[in-house]
């Protein structure tokens, strides 16, 4: 039986594991993954590194909590990953997002990004659609969505994709 075709473009959308509150004087932009959100980074990473999840390059909002989640994913998947922070993906909407989904090198074919809701999740439903249905309690922290596309996303908007994972830290795997 011969292999499907490789996706014109596979998106992996992660959203930032579970942190602490701010502490009294804290921003909201230095909070930390607590105890059980680095548990979650790391079995999701670990998760995604034993089913061959490897994007070529990581997008991720330069939030505390996002840099480490973005940084537990490149050591379970790839200590050569290039990590890069997007201002945007700290204080953007999601048309922010969607830019800089479609905005990146046709030389990249798969692309990580670690961002916040309510945006990950807005992203993730308007590129599945119906198919969002399929994840009916929202977007929860450490969650990862791996969606492939048969065309790059190209200016304008996202074209539909296709959910080919979703890795849950609460449930483990779907």
């Known amino acids: 039986?011969?292999?499907?075709?490789?996706?014109?473009?596979?998106?992996?959308?992660?959203?930032?594991?579970?942190?602490?509150?701010?502490?009294?004087?804290?921003?909201?932009?230095?909070?930390?993954?607590?105890?059980?959100?680095?548990?979650?980074?790391?079995?999701?990473?670990?998760?995604?590194?034993?089913?061959?999840?490897?994007?070529?390059?990581?997008?991720?909002?330069?939030?505390?909590?996002?840099?480490?989640?973005?940084?537990?994913?490149?050591?379970?998947?790839?200590?050569?990953?290039?990590?890069r922070y997007s201002d945007a993906l700290y204080t953007g909407a999601e048309d922010a997002y969607r830019d800089i989904i479609i905005g990146q090198s046709t030389a990249v074919a798969s692309l990580l990004v670690v961002g916040h809701n309510p945006v990950i999740e807005e992203i993730l439903r308007e590129v599945l659609g119906e198919q969002a249905a399929a994840i009916p309690y929202g977007y929860p922290p450490g969650a990862l969505a791996v969606i492939d596309f048969r065309e790059r996303p190209q200016a304008g908007s996202l074209p539909p994709g296709k959910l080919v994972a979703w890795l849950d830290p609460e449930c483990h795997v779907r």
């Open 1 to 83: 039986m011969p292999a499907p075709p490789a996706p014109g473009f596979r998106l992996y959308l992660l959203r930032h594991a579970k942190a602490g509150w701010a502490l009294p004087g804290q921003k909201d932009f230095d909070r930390t993954l607590d105890h059980t959100g680095f548990a979650e980074a790391e079995m999701i990473a670990e998760m995604a590194a034993d089913r061959d999840f490897a994007p070529e390059l990581i997008l991720s909002s330069p939030a505390v909590r996002c840099r480490q989640t973005a940084e537990a994913f490149r050591r379970a998947v790839g200590e050569d990953l290039n990590i």
